[in-house]
């Protein structure tokens, strides 16, 4: 499966009460992801949400919020919501990327889990943003607004 056919990613504009569509290339510079760093183009520093979307078709089959302290400089701050190790923060985004889990992943992933569930759903957008992203998931288009 390749992911840039079947993902969409959205970013959280509580002023606007919209999500918005980032390009899956803009989001893996973003993530230093097989890519060198880009900042995000227009956002600034300050906690920002994000869901990335990963689709099968047209349907929705995987939802996975991020939630990131964002520096002036456009890189992802330091300051960790999770409190999740480094290795721990790379198994989750490696595991939830997933289409069909490996050994061990679902163990993996349920200890991780547990560990953010110590801490509570932090990484969930604000309640007040789920009407605008039930209207977002249905955009597909990469630039696009919801």
């Known amino acids: ?3 840039d056919d ?8 509580p002023a606007e009460d919209r999500w918005e569509a980032i390009s ?3 989001w893996l510079q973003f993530r230093e992801l097989k890519h060198p760093f880009m900042p995000l183009p227009e956002i600034s520093g300050g906690i920002h949400y ?3 979307c990963i689709h099968d078709d047209s349907t929705p089959i995987n939802l996975i919020p991020h939630k990131y302290l964002i520096d ?12 999740l190790t480094a290795e721990e923060r790379d ?3 490696r595991i939830m990327m ?3 889990y490996g050994p061990g992943d679902e163990d993996r992933l349920k200890e991780i889990r ?8 932090i990484y969930f957008p604000p309640t007040e943003s789920f009407f605008a992203l039930i209207l977002g998931l249905s955009q597909k288009a990469p630039g696009t607004t919801v």
């Open 6 to 13: 079947h993902s969409q990613v959205l970013h959280w504009l």
């Open 72 to 83: 002036p400089d456009g890189h992802i701050g330091s300051d960790n919501f999770a409190g």
């Open 24 to 26: 899956w290339d803009d």
């Open 114 to 121: 547990g560990k953010m569930g110590e801490i509570g759903n």
């Open 98 to 100: 997933l289409p069909k």
């Open 50 to 52: 994000f869901i990335v």
């Open 1 to 3: 499966m390749a992911f």
């Open 91 to 93: 198994d989750y985004n």
